[in-house]
C-alpha cells in the first residue's frame, strides 16, 4: 500500500539539488555578509544590481573591503532558511506520495461494506519565505558614483560591492550628517520615554555612538585620502588613524603638513580628548586609566573613573574633524 511513497523515496535517495528562492526586503534588497572571519559585518545590495552589476568572480564587502567569489555572502539567517526550505520540499514530496497512496488505498475500499478502514495525511504548516529583517530597515542607502550599484549599511559603509570603489568622500560626509541628525533627535526620545533610567541609558548609548562613529568615518576618511596621496609608500598599520598623533605624523610624511596646520591648539587639545574618550569606550568601557591621563592631559578625571560624554562635545567634534577633513582634501590630486 505505500508504493508511491517507496517510488517517491527512491526518487529522493542519493545527493539532491533544491533551488530555494532568495528573498529580498519590501524594498528590494538582499542581506549579504561578509565571509572575511574578522569582519562578519551585514549588509544590503539591490537585488537588480545584484544579478546585473555585481561579477560572479569578485565581490567587496561594503565595511573591509573583503574581496570573495558572489556565492561566499550568504547570511547564517539564508543558510538556516535555505536548509529549513529544503526539508519543507522534501516533506511535501513526501507528503504527496502518502497522500496518492491513501487515495488509491481509499478507493479500494468497498463503500457497502460493514468495515470501512480510510486513510489521510495531513500536512504540517508550509514554509512561507518571509524576507530576513525586513522589519528592520537599514539606514544608509549608497548608489555608487562609479557604476551606480546600490547597496545600503548600518552606520557607515565605505565600499561598492559591485566595483570595489571607496567612496570614502560620500560617505564620511553622509556618516556626520547622520549622527547630528541622531543628536537632533534625542530631545524627542527623551520626551517619548516615560522611565528616567531608560531615558538616561539610551541618551548616553546614543552620544557615545555618536563619537565612536564620527571617529571611525574620519579614520575611514583619512586612510583613503592618505593612499591617494602615497600610493607607492608602505601602507600604515591598521587603525593608525584612530590615533590623532599617528595620523598626524602619517600625514606629515606624506603631505609635509601636520594636523596642527589646520586646527588651532585649542581644537587639536578637544579633538585629542575626545579620541582618547573612543578609546576608552571601545577598550575599558569607559573607565579612565592612567594611559587616558597622559595622553588626553584631561584633569577633569581620576583613574579608576567612568567617563562622561555630553552632546555637546560630540558636535563641537564634529566640527574639528569636518574643518581637519576639509583641510586634509585640498592636499588630494
Ligand atoms: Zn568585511
Ligand atoms: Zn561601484
Not at 544590503?44 to 552589476?53: G, I, S
Not at 555585481?54 to 558572489?70: D, K, L, M, P, Q
Amino acid at each position: 500500500m505505500f508504493d508511491e511513497l517507496k517510488r517517491e523515496l527512491g526518487r529522493l535517495h542519493g545527493r539532491q539539488q533544491f533551488s530555494v528562492a532568495l528573498p529580498s526586503d519590501a524594498d528590494g534588497y538582499y542581506d549579504r555578509e561578509c565571509p572575511s572571519p574578522e569582519c562578519l559585518c551585514q549588509f544590503k545590495v539591490h537585488e537588480d544590481d545584484w544579478r546585473d552589476k555585481v561579477r560572479n568572480e569578485e565581490v567587496f564587502c561594503a565595511f573591509c573591503g573583503h574581496a570573495a567569489s558572489s556565492d561566499k555572502w550568504f547570511t547564517q539567517e539564508q543558510i538556516e532558511h535555505a536548509k529549513a526550505a529544503a526539508i519543507a520540499q522534501v516533506r511535501s514530496r513526501i507528503g504527496s506520495a502518502m497522500r496518492r497512496d491513501a487515495q488509491r488505498w481509499n478507493s479500494r475500499q468497498s463503500r457497502s461494506g460493514f468495515l470501512r478502514i480510510t486513510m489521510s495525511v495531513k500536512d504540517g504548516p508550509r514554509h512561507h519565505l518571509i524576507p530576513i529583517a525586513a522589519a528592520e530597515p537599514m539606514r544608509l542607502r549608497i548608489t555608487c558614483p562609479q557604476c551606480s550599484c546600490r547597496y545600503a549599511a548600518v552606520g557607515a559603509a565605505f565600499f561598492c560591492p559591485a566595483c570595489g570603489h571607496n567612496a570614502a568622500d560620500l560617505m564620511f560626509h553622509q556618516t556626520l550628517a547622520g549622527i547630528r541628525a541622531t543628536l537632533d533627535a534625542l530631545p524627542g526620545v527623551r520626551a517619548a520615554i516615560p522611565d528616567r533610567d531608560t531615558v538616561e541609558t539610551t541618551a548616553r548609548l546614543v552620544i557615545e555612538n555618536g563619537l565612536q562613529n564620527a571617529v571611525t568615518a574620519f579614520q575611514r576618511y583619512a586612510e583613503a585620502l592618505h593612499e591617494k596621496l602615497s600610493a607607492a609608500q608602505a601602507k600604515p598599520r591598521r587603525n593608525a588613524f584612530q590615533n590623532l598623533i599617528e595620523g598626524s605624523n602619517l600625514w606629515k610624511t606624506a603631505t609635509g603638513k601636520a594636523y596642527e596646520d589646520y586646527l588651532s591648539p585649542a581644537a587639536m587639545a578637544a579633538l585629542a580628548r575626545l579620541f582618547q574618550q573612543r578609546h576608552l569606550l571601545a577598550h575599558t568601557q569607559g573607565v579612565v586609566d592612567q594611559d587616558y591621563l597622559t595622553r588626553s592631559g584631561d584633569t577633569a578625571y581620576r583613574v579608576g573613573q567612568r567617563i562622561v560624554v555630553r552632546d555637546t562635545a560630540v558636535r563641537t567634534g564634529l566640527q574639528h574633524i569636518e574643518s581637519l577633513a576639509s583641510g586634509m582634501a585640498r592636499e588630494s590630486p
